[in-house]
């Protein structure tokens, strides 16, 4: 029969690991047969090392359970109790440093043992409060609350990113060589033997996404390099937006397309094309000797059934061409964007207030305004041309390809026939 000790942190932080130094002290000195620790949220029910602990107590291996406090063994209420019990059924004599022996033997110890374990859930409760409260905070103020990304580190002030002295140099001449190698991550690494503070080809791309390399400040990650909002111009850049625009076309087309193997063609409509009915990115049906695209999503209501590609390219390049002659023609639109309007219009009432507290709230609104209005865009050049549909005409299948996915940003496909077209122009 072991007396085991158990000891636990939430996070392995300095201030963590020191407190779980403190834990191992105090229970050191009850000498006891083992010592497990965890290192994760009290919350969680599935701890290594406490599972592995209620597996022993099952197996009528323990004789003793030894901890500090109560919230040490766990943070749920329901799950403290139901360790109590286990004990208590086991004969195990759980005894903690703080809170004496827990136990459920009489109505007494069953009140105290449940009211600890309220009170810890109850301050679990109060930190996640706090720490989403700081978090809140520090947005507001444009804080970063991130760790930095390779290249940048924190400013003495800790308010702001400030490029790396070291690392900083060492991240711009890889994304040098990325660029010189078009952005094919598998192709830069084999030819690149300096070290990397990257490690893994997934770890590169998330880095070369994120928003902090072109001076921005990301919070709230929704996945694949996109955030719920962004300030820009906190910080000098490593990566400028029109080498992002590049490298977020070539990673997303070879994600899209086949991966690593990038010596396949890509075809015009890869990675364009959704599914009005159920919002799944339609894909090439393999072996078709007119080559079309379907939903291959089994619960769609119009599952297997294939569009030609060729039905949906008349239709991109309708719509690229007459959207391109407008916009020469000056008949775009320039209706603002209902968030931008409103945001616009919320400067202009705290501008009217010339309260000097309000100065820092105004340039957070101006910068979540630039944000909004940035919006892709095409080459001039480019513009002037597609705006004849006679000029599609002298375009190979590749060269089409190219021009489609430079224009093109979504296509919605409708019962077999393109419902809606974004286009980048």
Known sequence: MLRIAYSRVSTGSGEQ??????????????????????????????RPQYTHLKRLIGRAQVAEVLATRLDRLGRDATESDAFVRLCDRHGVTCRTLDDGILTMATPEDLLLTRLRGSLSEGESMKISLRVQKAINEGRLMGKPMRKPAWGYRLA?????????????????????????CDWQINTALRSYHDPLGVSTRMGIRVWLL???????????????????????????????????????????????????????????LTGLCVCQHCGTRMRYVPRRVTPSLACL???????????????????????????????????????????????????????RLRDPETADLIKRKELRLQALLEQPSADPDLERKVADPRWFDLLSYSELTVVVHQLVQEIRVANGEPAAIALKL
């Open 17 to 46: 690991l020191a407190a779980l130094d403190t834990q191992r002290s105090r229970l050191r000195a009850l000498e006891p047969d083992l010592h497990l620790e965890d290192v994760e949220s009290g919350l969680s029910t599935t």
């Open 156 to 180: 003495p002030d800790r308010l702001k990113l400030e490029i790396d002295p070291v690392h900083g140099p060492a991240a711009l001449n890889w994304i040098a060589h990325l660029r010189a």
């Open 210 to 268: 994120n928003p902090t390399l072109r001076g921005g400040i990301p919070y709230g990650k929704i996945g694949n390099g996109r955030h719920e909002r962004v300030l820009w111009d906190q910080h000098p850049p490593l990566l400028s937006h029109a080498d992002y625009e590049a490298a977020a076309a070539t990673l997303e087309r070879n994600r899209l397309l086949w991966g690593n193997n990038v010596r396949r063609p890509l075809r015009a």
């Open 297 to 351: 999503q089994p619960s769609c209501e119009r599952p297997y059934r294939g569009t030609h590609e060729t039905a949906i390219l008349l239709a991109v390049i309708a719509a690229i061409s007459q959207r391109a002659a407008a916009k020469l023609a000056g008949l775009v639109s320039t209706e603002e964007d209902p968030e931008a309007a409103l945001v616009r219009s919320q400067i202009a009432a705290l501008k």
